[in-house]
C-alpha cells in the first residue's frame, strides 16, 4: 500500500514537514505550520525557492533580509478572501511570528535563483470559478503558470461545495512530454468546513498499478507521485485544498483518464 496520506504529526508547531527524500521524489517540498499568538516559525531555503501561503491568521514576516510587515487577510480559510503570499528565492532566510492563532504553508521546489522576494497576493488573485453542476468549484490562482512569478511551483487554492467533485474529471500530469503532458509532483493540503467531517480523493494510474482511495480528514496532505487524482466533498462537507506542483519544467499540461474522455466536450 503506498504512503500517499499524510497526517499531522502535532496539533501545533510545525505539523507537516515533507521534503522529496520523504515523500520519494525529486521536486516538491511542502512544510504546514499552526502557530499560536507570538510563536515563531523560521527557515532557510538551500537551493529551493518558496511561496508562502498564510492559510489563515495575520503574521509579521521577513525574508531575504527584508521587513513585509504583517499579512494576513483571513481569519478562517472558509473567508474564500484572496490569500496573502510572498516568494522566497533560494539561499535567503525566512520568518514569520504570529499576531493571531495563524496557519502558514511553506511550498518549496528547486531553483537556480535570480528572483527577488515578492508579495505574490491579495493583489493580482481573484477568486474564479472553474467547472459546472456538481463539477463546479472556486479558485484562487496564486501561482500558476500564467503568473510568471516562480522558477518551479504551481500552486493554487480550491474550494469544492459539499456534493461537489473537483479535479474532476480524472487527469493526470505524470510524464514529460510537452506540450502534450508534463510531469508534475503534487501534493494536496485538505481543510474540511466543519472541521469533523471528511472528504475522499482517489490516486490511481490507468493500469491500476496504483490505486488508493482515501478518506481526508482536516489538516491531512495527500501525495500524488503519479496517476490520476479526483476529490469528492460529501453533501454539507465543504472542501479546501492547497495544491503544490513542481517538476522538470514550469507548465501544467494533463491528459484526462480514456474512459473519462466525453466529459470534456
Not at 505524470?174 to 508534463?182: A, K, L, W
Request: hydrophobic residues 40%.
Amino acid at each position: 500500500m503506498a504512503d500517499l496520506l499524510r497526517k499531522p504529526r502535532a496539533q501545533s508547531g510545525q505539523v507537516h514537514a515533507i521534503t522529496p527524500e520523504a515523500a520519494g521524489w525529486a521536486h516538491v517540498g511542502f512544510d504546514l505550520w499552526r502557530l499560536a499568538p507570538s510563536d515563531l516559525a523560521q527557515g532557510h531555503l538551500a537551493g529551493r525557492e518558496a511561496i508562502l501561503v498564510l492559510v489563515e491568521g495575520h503574521a509579521s514576516i521577513t525574508a531575504a533580509g527584508q521587513d513585509f510587515g504583517l499579512m494576513g487577510d483571513r481569519l478562517s480559510v472558509f473567508d474564500r478572501r484572496p490569500p496573502h503570499c510572498l516568494y522566497v528565492p533560494p539561499g535567503a532566510d525566512w520568518a514569520a511570528c504570529a499576531a493571531t492563532g495563524c496557519t502558514l504553508a511553506v511550498c518549496t521546489a528547486p531553483s537556480p535563483g535570480g528572483r527577488p522576494p515578492q508579495r505574490l497576493g491579495p493583489e493580482g488573485i481573484a477568486l474564479e470559478d472553474r467547472g459546472a453542476g456538481t463539477n463546479l468549484r472556486h479558485i484562487h490562482n496564486i501561482a500558476m503558470e500564467s503568473r510568471d512569478v516562480a522558477d518551479s511551483l504551481l500552486v493554487t487554492e480550491v474550494y469544492t461545495p459539499g456534493g461537489h467533485w473537483s479535479s474532476y474529471p480524472p487527469h493526470r500530469h505524470d510524464e514529460d512530454d510537452f506540450p502534450r503532458i508534463t510531469q508534475l509532483e503534487e501534493t494536496y493540503y485538505h481543510r474540511l468546513n466543519p472541521a469533523r467531517g471528511f472528504g475522499i480523493q482517489r490516486v490511481f494510474t490507468d493500469d491500476l498499478g496504483l490505486d488508493e482511495t482515501m478518506a481526508v480528514g482536516d489538516h491531512d496532505v495527500v501525495l500524488v507521485p503519479r496517476g490520476h487524482h479526483p476529490c469528492a466533498a460529501p453533501h454539507g462537507i465543504e472542501m479546501y485544498y492547497l495544491n503544490v506542483m513542481a517538476g522538470p519544467r514550469r507548465n501544467w499540461r494533463f491528459a484526462l483518464h480514456p474512459d473519462f474522455a466525453f466529459l470534456a466536450g
